[in-house]
């Protein structure tokens, strides 16, 4: 459904990330696979796949200032994720009544991207001011928002073209607060993005080092079991001997009490 390319310093690397319209990441390289003929290119080998959204995708855009960090929305949720070399979600947003149909990053200010929505609002997204919800949201539109994409005018104004369900196209001026970056803000973003990075990792080990510990207590449980079991086998093991000798004991006195009773019978009768 949409697709990226990777460049450095305006080159092709030949690695690629498809999103599919069931919301998966698809990654490969044309150029770097196990068959480099013209066959292996058409069919290049899948280097990753994830899911990534649970609806049609909508929009899959990659940071003009992050390599690999992509926007990617449907419906309901927006998704910020490490694209570079594997899958990291870095952000997950909550669901929300009015549906998402666009997004896009802001070209000027690195933690800043906007989101269209279904009943003509737009969500401005600021990651070093809130990275759980939008700073605010704005109504641009009477119908629902299609598309958005920034535009550079006279004096270096910045615009935003809208385009909406209806067939119109709305231009607006972006305030200079959402279009001039502040001071650092680039390298900020980045130390951003690599405290989600680690917080990540940092989750996924210990959801490892759970999941080992809840192994290893059902092992010992299930030893424990075992060794109790076995116990309590050799337990009723002896006492089904104790029984057997105790019955066989008895068996000797009955066999005795009768041989003696019949001795008097007989004695008796002579």
Known sequence: ????????????TGDARIMTDEGQVVGFNWVNGLDRSLAGRQNPQVTMKHQLLYHTALSFAESPFLPGIFLSVDRSQIVLSDLKTNVIELFRSSARPQSVTCAAFSP????V????KENGEIEVWALLDKSHECLFTQSVASAKVVSISFGVGHNDKQFLAVGCGDGSLM????????SKPSQD????MKQFIEQQRNFVNQTEERFK???AEAKKSTQEVAGTKTEGEEKETEEEDIDNEKVDVELVNFEKEYARIVKEFEEMEKRNAE
Do not use: W
């Not at 697709?3 to 092709?12: A, D, I, S």
């Open 113 to 116: 991207f906007l989101v269209g």
């Open 108 to 111: 000027t200010r690195p933690s």
């Open 171 to 178: 231009i607006y001026k972006v305030p200079d607060f959402m």
């Open 185 to 188: 803000e680039a390298e900020m």
């Open 209 to 211: 080092i759970r999941a």
């Open 1 to 12: 459904r949409l697709f990226h390319v990777f460049t450095e310093q305006g080159k092709l």
